[in-house]
């Protein structure tokens, strides 16, 4: 039996890998996009006072919560992008391969695990 791989820079994966991955990235998607219509059928906030402390905590609570479904459906969009374009796989920084069990965790993530670090204690 033959394998065939799709090589990015030092990343290979093969056909079933980039399907399965493919797939995640999409059922995320449709999760992230299915969040920020749940949050706009309550948001904004009608009916209380100005001054109402838990109006106000529930408001910023929803912005937090669409604001982080925003940035994970950007990068889901953009790994989804590159694994059109060829590049789906290597690091942003390093530009080594990330490795496969870590794309099955976060199929939309730009970085290793060193350069993720990097990037956190840096932040």
């Known amino acids: 039996m033959t394998y065939s791989?799709?090589?990015?820079?030092?990343?290979?994966?093969?056909?079933?890998?980039?399907?399965?991955l493919r797939a995640d990235l999409h059922d995320e998607r449709a999760f992230r996009l299915e969040q920020l219509d749940g949050i706009a059928e309550v948001w904004p906030i009608d009916g209380g006072r100005p001054d109402d402390q838990h109006a106000i905590a529930r408001e910023e609570v929803l912005n937090a919560l669409a604001a982080a479904a925003q940035v994970v459906l950007t990068d889901v969009d953009a790994a989804l992008s590159r694994m059109k374009s060829g590049m789906y796989g290597s690091c942003h920084l390093c530009d080594w391969p990330i490795?496969?069990?870590?794309?099955?965790i976060i199929p939309h993530d730009r970085y290793c695990g060193p350069c993720h670090q990097l990037?956190?204690?840096a932040s």
């Open 5 to 20: 791989f799709a090589t990015v820079g030092e990343v290979e994966l093969a056909p079933e890998d980039l399907a399965s």
């Open 119 to 121: 990037k956190e204690a």
């Open 99 to 104: 490795p496969l069990p870590r794309l099955r």
